[in-house]
C-alpha cells in the first residue's frame, strides 16, 4: 500500500525526454518541479494517514465493540470528537499551506515573464503552427512554422491567436500551456533557463489530426540565435542544378503555390506552412515526421496516407516532378 | 482634358446658361455607345467635334457637331482582351482620354496605353504597360503634359504594385516609371525630394515600412486624378490603398501607399510625398483629384495651394511646392479619425475602431468609398467655392487571413456598407476653403457617384444614381432644373459652346462603378457582402435604374 | 422483454444505415494521375440529332450532397479568393452564384469544368494550381450556395462576419441556362 | 365496482387497512390495486418505481458494457506508438462516444436509476410522487441513448469529443449533422434526468413514513436530496447551451461565432458550470451507498450522522462554485484563478470529513469482510489517491502543465471509477438479494473484486506517468521515443483486466438469478427501511405503513414495528406527511398505470429528432406532445373527499 512512495521515485527517474513536465529547463516548469514535489510530500503524508487508519479500522482485534450486537449501536466513544477536529484541523492547515505555496508560485512565474525582450505571434491552423518573430522595424519580421528559436535566458513574449478552433500552445519543459482562442488574445510567456532541443504539442482537442500537431523547439546561445535569425530573414535560396530548376518551376507555379509562401519567389500563399527555409527545420508537418528525403519523399507523393484527413491534398504527382520538388525543398535551407 | 484644364478646376466660363434662364434647358440631341457598363468618361469636344469615350470595350466615337443630331464620323474599335474583366474591381470602366495636338490618348482596360488619330480614327501607338496575369488594369484618365503621357494602373485589391508610366507622347516608348513601394530607386526619390513632414523622410522607407517582400504585393496604385502645375513643372497624383485591406498582416506604415505624390514631369523624380493615411486600415486610397488654386493666407499673401477633399474625410488644403498643409477639416461624417496633427501632418486613429482579426468592428465613418470617392469635384473661381458630390455611407469591417495567389482577389476582408447617420447615402456639400467651412448641403438619398461641373453662368450640374440631371445655384445650392436621363449617372458633365455658339451642356448616363455594381453586374441583393459590401448599402438600385450607355446634350432653345 | 426490444431497434437500423452512412464519409485519400474531368461536360443545352445529353461523371456522386465534400470546399472557396470575386454568392468583379442564372451550366460537372478550364470573361483556368479533389470540391460548395445540395449536409453558416441567409434555409433554385446578354 | 360507484360510498363503507383488514387477505387485494395491467402494453405503462428503476439501472449498465467495449479498443488503439489498428477519424468517434455515453448515458442514470428502486423503500411509502413523470423520464433516457448509438451504428457518430468544444462543434468545423446528434441526446438526457430528480425530491419531502424526521432519514436518502436539488440546479445550464448550439448549427444564429462578438468561452463557462456539479452528481450517491454499507458491515449506525450530512449538503453547494478550474488555460484573469483554486481545495475538506466518519465507523463497530464491504474498502483506497492528485490539479501552475494530459485521465477515472463504479458494485451487491430475492455469490464477488481492484491500479495509474511525460489528451496515436510506451502498454494491459472483471460481475449478476441462494427479508441484518418488507417486494412495498422512531428502525422496533391504518385498499393512495418531522398530513391518490408517457415520449423523440433537420420540426412537432401531454393528465376518477386519518 505505499502508492505514494512509488508514485514519487517512478516520476523521478523517467524525467529525461523532449517532451516532459519534468524536465525543468525553463523557469515555469523548475517551479512546477518545485512545488509538484511539495504537494507529493503533503499528499503521500495524508494518504498515508488515512491508508493506515483504514487498514487498522478493518483488522484491529477488538474487545467492546458498539454494535448492535451489544445493543450499543448508538453510542460513540468519547475520543471520536477530538480526532474529528484534528483531523479537520489537519486538512484544513495543508490545504491552506498548499494554496499560499501555489499562490506564491503563480506570483513568481507571472514575475519571470513580466519584461520579455523578445517577442513572437504563434496562429495555430488546424493541425500546424504559424510562427512570426515580432520586431519593431516591420522589415525585419520573421515568418517560420512548426519550430520556435529561443535564446537563453531570455524571456520571450508569445502572443497567441487562432484562425479556426480552440487550440493549446504547450511546451511542457518550459512552460505550462496557454489556449489560442479564435476572436481572443491570449498570451504566454516562456524563460528558457538551459540549451537544447524540446518539442511541443497542441493540448487542446481541435480536429481530426490533434495527435500530429507538434512543434520543435530549439534553445539555444544568443550567438547562435542571431546567427538564425539572420539566415531566416534571407529570401529562399535560388535553384541550384537543373533538378532544383524543375522543382523550382513546378513548385511556383503548380499546386504548391497556391498555398505555400517562398520568399523571393512568385509562390505567396499564406494558409500554409512558409517553405522559405523548410529544410532547416527538424520535422515535417508539424512534427508529424522527422525530417530526412526518405520521409520528405513519402510526404510529398501522399501526405493524407501519414496525416490522414489533413489540408494538404495527394496531388498525384508524376515521378520526375517528384523527384524535382524533393530536390528543390531540400536546397531550401 | 476631363479636368477641364491642368489645375482641374471642372469650371467652364461660358456664361450664357444662367440660373434665370437654365429652367428651359431641352435636349439637343442624344447618342447611345451601345454599352451597358459604368459611363464614366467625360465626352471631350475639341474645333467641332465632340469624342465620347465608352466604357468597356472601350470604343471612342468622333460626332461631328457642325450636321444636325451630330452623326458620328468614325468610330475607333480598340478590341481590348475579354479576360481583364475578371481583374477589374470596380467594374470594367474607362475615365477618359486626353486630347493633346490633334491625338487622343486613352488606357484600355486590358493594359494598353493608345494614341489614335483625332481626326481619322486610326490608332499611332500602342504600348503595353500593365500586365492582367499579375492583376493589373487600366481604368484611369491619363494626363499628357511637356510632351509625355502620364499613365497609372489600378488593381489595388489584385494585390499589384502600384506604379505611375510616363510615354512618350509621340511614340509611346516607355520615358520614366515610378513605382508606389520599393526602394527608393524604383520610387525615383533621389536627392532633391524633401518631405513637409519627418516621418515620410528616410531612405528605402518604401521597403522598411512593410513586412518581408510585402512591398511587392503592397498595392498603392494611381487609378485616380492627375493635376499638372506648368510653372513649377510638377505633376501632382495621389496613390491608392495598400494591400490587402487585412492591416495586421501587412505591419508598418506602408509607406507611400495612400499619399499624394509631388513628381518632376521630366524626369519622374519626387519632389515631395505626404502620406494622408499611414497603415491605412479601411482602404482610403488617396487618388481624389488635387484643384490647383491660390489660397490666401491670413497673413494676407497668395500661397499656390492644392485643394483635395480625400476619401479618408478631410478636406486637405496644401501648399503644393512643398506639400506643407495649410487646413484638414472634415467635411463629411467621421468617426474613424480623431482629426489631422497640422504640426506633424499624421492623421489621428481611433483605436477602437481598428479592425482585428476575427472579431468585426462596427460602425466605421466613412466607409471603404470614403466620405467622396474618385468622382471629382468642381471649383468655381466666380463664387470660390468648392463644389463636392459625396457620399454618407458606414461599414462594419471584419478583417481575416488574406491569401496572395496572383491575378486573384488579395483582399482578407468581409464589410457590409449602410446609410451613415441620417440615413441619406450622398451629400452634395459646397464648401468654402477660405472660410473652411460648409456654405450649403444638399442631402440625396442615393450615393453622389457623379463628378460636378461648375459654370461661368453661377450654376452647377450634378447627376444622381437613378438618372436625375440636376442644376443648382452655385451661391444658395437652390434646385432650378432637372432632368431624368434614361440610367443612373455616374459620367462627368461637361459644358461646350457649339458651332452655333450656343452653351451646350453634355452627360453621360449610365449607371456602374462600384456602386452601381449591382445593377450593371446584376449582382444578388441576398448576400450584404457582395461587391466588396457595397450591395449591402445598394439594395434599391436595382428597381430605381437599368443600365444604359448614352450621352444626353441640352442646350437652349434657338 | 428488454432483450426483444435491441433487435427489433437493430433492424431498423440496418434498413436506416444504407441511405445516410455516405453522407458524411469523409475521402481523404486523392486520385493519382491520369484522371481528367470529362471535357464532354459541356454547357449546351442543345443537341443535334434528338441526342441525350451526356451522362453525370460518375465520381459526381462522391461529391454531390457529401457533408466533408462541401465542408472542404467552403474552406477552399475562402482559401484560393473564390470569395474576393464572386463574395458569398452575390458576386461582384465575378457572377453571382447563388441566383438561377448559369451561362455555363449548374451541373456539378459543368461547374467543375468551368472551374477547371476558365471562362472567357475574366474567370481564371485552375487547372495545374488545384488537384481534381479540390475543384470537385469547390464544385460541390458552390451548388450550396444556390440551395441545390441536400438541407441535412450544408453548414447554416461559417465563422465569419454574418452574410447570407443560413444555407440551410436557402430555397432551391431551378437551374436556368443564361443568355450570354454581356459580350 | 368501478371507479365512480366506489367514490360514491360514504366513508364509513370504503375498505381500509386496519385492524379488521390485514393480513394475506389484504395483501391479496392490496396486489391487485398495486397491479400493472397485463400483456406488453401494461409492461409499457408500468408506472411501479421498481420496475423503472430496474429498467433505469439495467439500461445503464448495458451502457457502461458498451462504452466499456469501445475503451478496450482504445486501449488497443494506444498499445503502441504510431499504432494503426483504427484511423484517426474513427478513434475521434470513439472517444467522444466512449466519454459521452459514460458521463450522460451511464453515470447519472445509474445513480438515478438506484434513487428512484431504493427511495420509497426506504422511506417506507408505496410509489413515488410523480409516478408517471418517472416512466417519461426512463423512456426519454432510453431514447436519448438509442439516438446517440444509432447514430454511430450509422457512421454519423458524434466527433468532437463529450465537451464539444464550439468552433470546433460549431456549424463551420462540426461538418454534417455530428455535433446536432449530439447536442440533441444532451436534450433528451437532461430532461429525464430533470424528471427524475423533481421526482424524486417531492417523494423524498413528502412521503417519508410518519416518524421519521430529517433527522432520522438514512444518509442515502439525504445524498438522493442533495443530487436531485443538484440536477435541478445545473442541468439547465447545459440545457441553454445545447440549445445555443443547436440553434448556431441550424439557423445561424451568431452565440458563438467569435467574428461576430459572439465568443467560444460563452460556451466553456456554460457547459463547465453544468460539468463540474455533475461529477458530484455521480460521486455523492456513491457516498449514500457507502454510507449505507458501512453502516450495516460494521453492525453500528453511522458515527457523527450530522457531520455527515453536513458534508454532503457542503459539498453539494461548494460544487457550483469551481467550475473554472476546467479553464485555467484559457487566458482569464490570474486574481480570477486564484479564487477558484482556492474553491477547488475548499470542495474537498467536506469529502474529507465523510471519510473520517467512515472510519471511525469501522473503528467502531465489527466491520464483517463481505463484498459490499470490500468493494467500500477499494472506495477508500482508490478514490483518496484521486482525491488528492485533485488537490494538485487544483494549484493553477500545476493545472497549467498538468490540463489536458493523461495525469487528468487518470485523476478523473480514479474519482468516477474509485469513487462511483465501486461503491455502486458493492451497492448492487448489498441490494441484489433485495431486487431479486437471491443472494449474489461470495466467491464470485470476491474475485471479480480482487481482479477490478488491482486490474484498475494497474491500469489508470500509469497514466500519470505518460501524462508527466507529455501526453496530451485525446491523441490517436503518439510517437515513440518520448518514455510513453511502457505506461501505455500497461494501461492497456489493465484495462483488458477490468474488463474482464465487469464481465465476471455481470456473469455473477445473472447466474445468481437463479442459481443464487434463497433471501431472507432481511439477509444481512441491516438497519433501514427497506429490510422491512419481503425481497423481491410487493407491488405495494409495505402492506401497512411503517411508524419510524429512530435511525435505525429495524434494530430498534425489530418485528414489533408500529404501523399506521387507514389507508384504501381498493384505490392507490399514499400517506403525506410534513418536511420538517414527518407528521402525518394528508392522503395523496398515487397516478394509475397508462400509456401515455411512453407516447409522449415517442412525440418528443419524433419533434427533437427532426428538430435537427429543420426548425419547422419544432413547431409541427409540438402538437403531438402536446396531445399525449394533455391525455396524461386527464383525471380519471373524481377526486375522493378529503377524511380524517385515524393511526
Not at chain 1, 514519487?8 to 512545488?35: I, M, P, Y
Not at chain 4, 446536432?180 to 430532461?191: G, K, L, R, S, Y
Not at chain 4, 453536513?310 to 457550483?320: H, N
Amino acid at each position: 500500500m505505499q502508492r505514494g512512495g512509488a508514485y514519487l521515485s517512478l516520476c523521478v527517474t523517467s524525467c529525461a525526454g523532449v517532451q516532459n513536465a519534468f524536465g525543468g529547463q525553463g523557469a515555469e516548469d523548475a517551479n512546477f518541479v518545485r512545488l509538484f514535489a511539495v504537494f507529493m510530500v503533503v499528499c503521500t503524508v495524508m494518504y498515508l494517514i488515512v491508508s493506515a487508519a483504514l487498514v487498522i479500522a478493518v483488522w484491529r482485534r477488538r474487545q467492546a465493540t458498539l454494535t448492535i450486537e451489544d445493543r450499543k449501536h448508538h453510542e460513540t466513544s468519547a475520543a471520536t470528537r477530538p480526532a474529528l477536529i484534528v483531523w479537520t484541523v489537519l486538512i484544513a492547515v495543508g490545504l491552506v499551506g498548499l494554496t499560499i505555496a501555489s499562490f506564491f508560485t503563480d506570483r513568481s512565474n507571472a514575475a519571470n515573464g513580466s519584461k520579455p525582450r523578445l517577442s513572437l505571434t504563434v496562429t495555430a491552423n488546424q493541425w500546424w503552427w504559424d510562427v512570426e518573430y515580432n520586431s519593431p522595424d516591420a522589415s525585419k519580421i520573421v515568418r517560420t512554422a512548426n519550430e520556435i528559436h529561443l535564446p537563453v535566458g531570455v524571456p520571450a513574449q508569445v502572443t497567441l491567436k487562432s484562425n479556426d478552433v480552440i487550440h493549446s500552445f504547450w511546451i511542457p519543459n518550459l512552460a505550462g500551456k496557454q489556449d489560442l482562442i479564435p476572436g481572443r488574445v491570449t498570451d504566454a510567456q516562456l524563460l528558457p533557463r538551459k540549451t537544447g532541443l524540446f518539442r511541443g504539442q497542441c493540448a487542446e482537442f481541435c480536429g481530426v489530426q490533434h495527435a500530429q500537431m507538434a512543434l520543435d523547439v530549439t534553445v539555444e546561445s544568443k550567438a547562435a540565435f542571431d546567427r538564425w535569425y539572420a539566415a531566416q530573414l534571407q529570401p529562399g535560396r535560388p535553384p541550384a542544378n537543373p533538378l532544383q530548376l524543375a522543382g523550382y518551376r513546378y513548385v511556383t507555379t503548380r499546386e504548391c503555390s497556391s498555398c505555400h509562401n517562398i520568399s523571393g519567389t512568385p509562390a505567396g500563399g499564406h494558409v500554409a506552412p512558409d517553405l522559405t527555409h523548410f529544410a532547416s527545420r527538424r520535422s515535417i508537418a508539424a512534427g508529424a515526421l522527422p525530417m530526412n528525403r526518405g520521409n520528405l519523399y513519402g510526404w510529398v507523393a501522399d501526405p493524407q496516407s501519414q496525416k490522414p484527413g489533413n489540408h494538404m491534398p495527394t496531388v498525384g504527382l508524376a515521378a520526375n516532378d517528384l523527384h524535382a520538388i524533393v530536390a528543390y525543398l531540400e536546397a531550401l535551407k | 482634358m476631363p479636368g477641364k484644364d491642368y489645375a482641374s478646376t471642372r469650371f467652364s466660363g461660358l456664361r450664357q446658361l444662367t440660373p434665370q434662364n437654365v429652367g428651359d434647358l431641352q435636349v439637343a440631341f442624344t447618342f447611345s455607345t451601345g454599352t451597358t457598363e459604368g459611363f464614366e468618361a467625360p465626352p471631350l469636344v475639341v474645333n467641332k467635334t465632340m469624342y465620347v469615350i465608352a466604357p468597356w470595350p472601350n470604343n471612342v466615337f468622333a460626332l461631328d457637331l457642325t450636321k444636325p443630331g451630330a452623326p458620328a464620323k468614325w468610330t475607333y474599335e480598340p478590341k481590348p482582351a475579354a479576360a481583364a474583366k475578371g481583374v477589374a474591381c470596380c467594374g470594367p470602366v474607362n475615365r477618359g482620354a486626353f486630347y493633346s495636338d490633334g491625338r487622343l490618348f486613352l488606357n484600355l482596360l486590358d493594359g494598353n496605353t493608345v494614341a489614335v488619330d483625332a481626326n481619322s480614327g486610326k490608332e499611332l501607338w500602342r504600348t503595353k504597360v500593365a500586365d492582367i496575369n499579375k492583376g493589373e488594369t487600366l481604368t484611369m484618365a491619363p494626363l499628357v503634359a511637356d510632351g509625355k503621357v502620364l499613365v497609372g494602373n489600378s488593381g489595388g485589391e489584385m494585390g499589384v504594385r502600384g506604379w505611375l508610366t510616363a510615354l512618350d507622347a509621340t511614340s509611346g516608348k516607355l520615358a520614366w516609371r515610378a513605382y508606389s513601394t520599393g526602394p527608393d530607386k524604383d520610387a525615383l526619390i533621389g536627392s532633391d525630394y524633401r518631405a513637409p513632414y519627418p516621418q515620410d523622410q528616410g531612405n528605402d522607407l518604401g521597403v522598411r515600412s512593410w513586412g518581408p517582400d510585402q512591398w511587392k504585393i503592397g498595392g498603392g496604385t494611381v487609378w485616380g486624378w492627375l493635376s499638372y502645375d506648368p510653372e513649377l513643372k510638377l505633376v501632382y497624383y495621389g496613390t491608392g490603398n495598400p494591400g490587402p485591406w487585412n492591416a495586421e498582416q501587412r505591419p508598418g506604415d506602408n509607406k507611400w501607399t495612400a499619399g499624394i505624390f509631388a513628381r518632376d514631369v521630366a524626369t519622374g523624380h519626387a519632389r515631395w510625398f505626404h502620406q494622408s493615411t499611414p497603415h491605412d486600415l479601411f482602404d482610403h486610397d488617396d487618388i481624389n483629384e488635387s484643384i490647383l488654386v491660390d489660397w490666401p493666407a491670413p497673413n494676407g499673401q497668395r500661397i499656390p495651394a492644392l485643394i483635395r477633399p480625400s476619401r479618408n474625410g478631410y478636406l486637405y488644403i496644401q501648399d503644393r511646392r512643398n506639400g506643407r498643409i495649410l487646413s484638414a477639416d472634415p467635411y463629411g461624417y467621421i468617426n474613424a479619425y480623431n482629426g489631422v496633427d497640422l504640426k506633424t501632418g499624421r492623421i489621428i486613429p481611433v483605436p477602437e475602431k481598428e479592425p482585428k482579426e476575427g472579431r468585426v468592428v462596427r460602425n466605421i465613418c466613412p466607409g471603404p468609398p470614403g466620405a467622396k470617392d474618385w468622382n471629382p469635384s468642381a471649383f468655381s473661381p466666380v463664387t470660390g467655392l468648392v463644389y463636392i458630390p459625396h457620399l454618407n455611407i458606414c461599414m462594419d469591417m471584419g478583417i481575416k487571413n488574406a491569401n496572395y495567389i496572383p491575378g486573384t482577389p488579395f483582399v482578407g476582408a468581409d464589410v457590409k456598407m449602410y446609410p451613415g447617420p441620417g440615413g441619406n447615402r450622398g451629400v452634395f456639400t459646397a464648401w468654402d476653403p477660405v472660410a473652411r467651412r460648409k456654405v450649403f448641403e444638399i442631402k440625396e438619398d442615393l450615393p453622389l457617384w457623379s463628378p460636378a461641373l461648375a459654370t461661368g453662368g453661377g450654376l452647377v450640374f450634378y447627376g444622381t444614381m437613378d438618372g436625375w440631371f440636376k442644376a443648382i445655384d452655385a451661391r444658395s445650392g437652390k434646385l432650378l432644373w432637372q432632368f431624368k436621363t434614361g440610367s443612373g449617372i455616374i459620367g462627368q458633365p461637361i459644358s461646350y459652346r457649339g458651332p452655333d455658339g450656343r452653351q451646350y451642356i453634355a452627360v453621360p448616363s449610365g449607371v456602374g462603378g462600384w456602386a452601381g455594381a449591382i445593377v450593371s453586374a446584376d449582382l444578388d441583393e441576398r448576400d450584404p457582402t457582395a461587391a466588396l459590401g457595397f450591395v449591402n448599402a445598394m439594395k434599391d438600385l436595382k428597381k430605381r435604374t437599368t443600365k444604359g450607355g448614352t450621352v444626353y446634350v441640352f442646350a437652349l432653345p434657338k | 422483454m428488454s432483450l426483444r426490444c435491441p433487435n427489433s431497434v437493430l433492424a431498423l437500423a440496418m434498413i436506416a444505415a444504407l441511405c445516410s452512412c455516405d453522407r458524411e464519409e469523409r475521402q481523404t485519400r486523392g486520385k493519382p494521375l491520369g484522371e481528367t474531368i470529362p471535357t464532354v461536360a459541356s454547357p449546351d443545352t442543345i443537341f443535334p440529332g434528338r441526342a441525350t445529353p451526356p451522362p453525370l461523371d460518375p465520381r459526381a456522386a462522391q461529391y454531390e450532397g457529401n457533408a466533408s465534400a462541401i465542408a472542404e470546399g467552403q474552406r477552399l472557396y475562402n482559401w484560393m479568393n473564390c470569395a474576393g470575386c464572386h463574395f458569398h454568392g452575390g458576386g461582384g468583379m465575378g457572377v453571382a452564384l447563388m441566383d438561377d442564372k448559369w451561362r455555363y451550366g449548374g451541373r456539378i460537372d459543368q461547374i467543375a469544368a468551368s472551374i477547371l478550364e476558365g471562362r472567357p470573361n475574366g474567370m481564371p483556368a485552375w487547372r495545374g494550381k488545384l488537384t481534381e479533389q479540390q475543384i470537385w470540391q469547390l464544385a460541390a460548395y458552390v451548388r450550396t450556395l444556390s440551395g441545390q445540395e441536400r438541407k441535412d449536409a450544408v453548414s447554416a453558416r461559417a465563422d465569419e462576419v454574418s452574410n447570407t441567409p443560413p444555407q440551410t434555409q436557402t430555397k432551391r433554385e431551378p437551374l436556368r441556362p443564361a443568355d450570354s446578354d454581356q459580350q | 365496482m368501478t371507479p365512480a360507484e366506489r367514490a360514491k360510498q360514504p366513508p364509513a363503507k370504503v375498505p381500509r387497512d386496519g385492524p379488521k383488514l390485514t393480513g394475506p387477505k389484504l395483501e391479496e387485494k392490496l396486489a391487485e390495486t398495486w397491479s400493472n395491467p397485463p400483456g406488453f402494453i401494461g409492461w409499457l405503462s408500468s408506472v411501479d418505481h421498481k420496475d423503472i428503476g430496474r429498467r433505469y439501472v439495467i439500461t445503464a449498465l448495458i451502457f457502461l458494457a458498451l462504452a466499456g467495449a469501445l475503451a478496450v479498443v482504445m486501449r488497443l488503439q494506444l498499445s503502441k506508438p504510431d499504432n494503426d489498428l483504427i484511423g484517426a477519424a474513427r478513434y475521434n468517434e470513439i472517444f467522444t462516444m466512449h466519454g459521452t455515453t459514460m458521463m450522460f448515458l451511464f453515470a447519472v442514470p445509474v445513480m438515478q436509476g438506484m434513487q428512484i428502486y431504493l427511495t420509497p423503500l426506504m422511506i417506507g411509502t408505496r410509489s413515488n410522487a410523480f409516478p408517471r413523470l418517472n416512466a417519461f423520464s426512463y423512456w426519454t433516457y432510453l431514447a436519448g441513448g438509442c439516438l446517440l448509438w444509432v447514430a454511430f451504428i450509422l457512421n454519423i457518430a458524434p466527433d468532437i469529443g463529450w465537451f464539444a468544444y464550439p468552433p470546433l462543434s460549431g456549424p463551420q468545423f462540426g461538418v454534417g449533422k455530428r455535433a446536432d446528434i449530439w447536442a440533441q441526446m444532451v436534450t433528451f438526457t437532461e430532461v429525464a434526468a430533470l424528471a427524475a430528480a423533481v421526482s424524486l425530491t417531492a417523494t423524498i419531502l413528502k412521503q417519508r413514513a410518519p416518524g421519521m424526521s430529517l433527522a432520522r432519514m438514512p444518509i442515502f436518502v439525504w445524498a438522493t436530496l442533495v443530487t436531485s436539488l443538484m440536477v435541478i440546479f445545473s442541468m439547465p445550464s447545459v440545457a441553454l447551451a445545447s440549445s445555443l448550439l443547436l440553434s448556431d448549427r441550424l439557423v445561424g444564429t451568431h452565440f458563438y461565432n467569435p467574428a461576430e462578438n459572439g465568443d467560444a468561452l460563452l460556451w466553456q463557462h456554460l457547459f463547465w458550470f453544468f460539468g463540474h456539479p455533475e461529477v458530484y452528481i455521480i460521486f455523492l450517491p456513491a457516498t449514500g451507498f457507502v454510507s449505507e454499507i458501512v453502516a450495516t458491515f460494521s453492525r453500528r449506525t453511522i458515527v457523527m450522522y450530522p457531520i455527515v450530512v453536513m458534508s454532503l449538503v457542503a459539498t453539494g453547494i461548494l460544487a457550483f462554485g469551481l467550475w473554472v478550474h476546467h479553464m485555467f488555460a484559457t487566458g482569464l484573469p490570474r486574481i480570477g484563478y486564484s479564487f477558484y483554486t482556492a474553491a477547488s481545495m475548499s470542495v474537498s475538506i467536506p469529502t474529507g470529513l465523510q471519510i473520517f466518519c467512515w472510519i471511525a465507523t469501522l473503528w467502531e463497530g465489527r466491520p464483517r469482510l463481505q463484498v459490499p464491504l470490500l468493494y467500500v474498502i477499494g472506495f477508500i483506497f482508490t478514490f483518496v489517491i484521486g482525491g488528492l492528485t485533485g488537490v494538485i490539479i487544483a494549484a493553477v501552475p500545476l493545472d497549467l502543465q498538468l490540463h489536458d494530459t493523461y495525469f487528468i485521465v487518470a485523476h478523473f477515472h480514479y474519482v468516477l471509477i474509485g469513487g462511483a463504479v465501486f461503491p455502486l458494485l458493492g451497492a448492487i451487491t448489498y441490494w441484489y438479494p433485495k431486487a431479486t430475492g437471491r443472494m449474489m455469490s461470495e466467491t464470485l464477488g470476491k474475485v471479480s473484486f480482487w481482479m477490478i481492484f488491482l486490474g484498475f491500479q494497474l491500469a489508470f495509474f500509469p497514466m500519470h506517468i505518460a501524462g508527466i511525460n507529455g501526453m496530451p489528451r485525446r491523441v490517436y496515436s503518439y510517437p515513440a521515443g518520448m518514455g510513453l510506451e511502457l505506461p501505455n502498454l500497461l494501461s492497456s494491459i489493465g484495462s483488458m483486466v477490468v474488463a474482464v472483471a465487469v464481465l465476471l460481475f455481470v456473469i455473477n449478476m445473472v447466474v445468481s438469478l437463479r442459481g443464487g441462494l434463497k433471501a431472507a427479508p432481511n439477509p444481512w441484518g441491516a438497519p433501514s427501511l427497506e429490510w422491512a418488507t419481503s425481497c423481491p417486494p410487493p407491488k405495494y412495498n409495505f402492506p401497512h405503513i411503517p411508524v419510524v422512531d429512530s435511525r435505525t428502525p429495524l434494530w430498534d422496533a425489530g418485528e414489533k414495528m408500529s404501523v399506521v391504518h387507514g389507508l384504501r385498499v381498493e384505490e392507490r393512495e399514499l400517506l403525506l406527511t410534513t418536511v420538517m418531522h414527518a407528521k402525518p398530513d394528508l392522503r395523496e391518490p398515487s397516478a394509475e398505470p397508462s400509456i401515455w408517457p411512453f407516447i409522449a415520449t415517442l412525440a418528443t423523440t419524433v419533434m427533437f429528432v427532426s428538430s435537427i433537420f429543420s426548425p419547422w420540426a419544432v413547431v409541427i412537432g409540438a402538437m403531438p406532445v402536446i396531445i399525449a401531454l394533455t391525455a396524461w393528465f386527464w383525471p380519471k376518477s373524481p377526486a375522493p373527499e378529503r377524511e380524517p386519518v385515524i393511526s
